[in-house]
């Protein structure tokens, strides 16, 4: 895994776990791979992966059963997109509306330009 220096690795590890769940790889009431298999995999310190699963454990997208490790929770992909939408919202969207503003992109250019993104 390649990690960028503008984000925390275990938010990093975080959102690809995420996208896991956005995309069916790891599925509801499915089984998480252990602190340990990940970290080896990823190859980052058990500690990090520990960070990840205690972030994603408080936000509701995995449990822990007692001695059998951790789980995809019902509601994940619900509260996956919940959070990156409010994410994209609060902070990213401004920033790309203003640049759209400073190069003089029309709502109707935006518009086009989704719509075709959308018939790929």
Excluded: C, W
């Amino acid at each position: 895994m390649n990690f960028k220096d503008n984000k925390a690795i275990y938010l990093q590890i975080a959102d690809r776990i995420g996208d896991q769940i956005l995309s069916g790889a790891l599925v509801p009431e499915g089984k998480v791979p252990s602190v340990r298999e990940l970290a080896a995999e990823i190859e980052v310190n058990a500690n990090t992966v520990a960070r990840t699963y205690d972030h994603l454990q408080h936000s509701g997208v995995i449990y822990t059963k007692r001695g059998l490790g951790y789980f995809v929770s019902s509601e994940a992909k619900e509260k996956i997109v919940a959070s990156r939408r409010e994410q994209l919202m609060q902070g990213e969207m401004d920033y790309f509306l203003g640049q759209l503003k400073a190069v003089g992109i029309t709502p109707a250019e935006l518009q086009d330009l989704y719509s075709n993104y959308l018939n790929k």
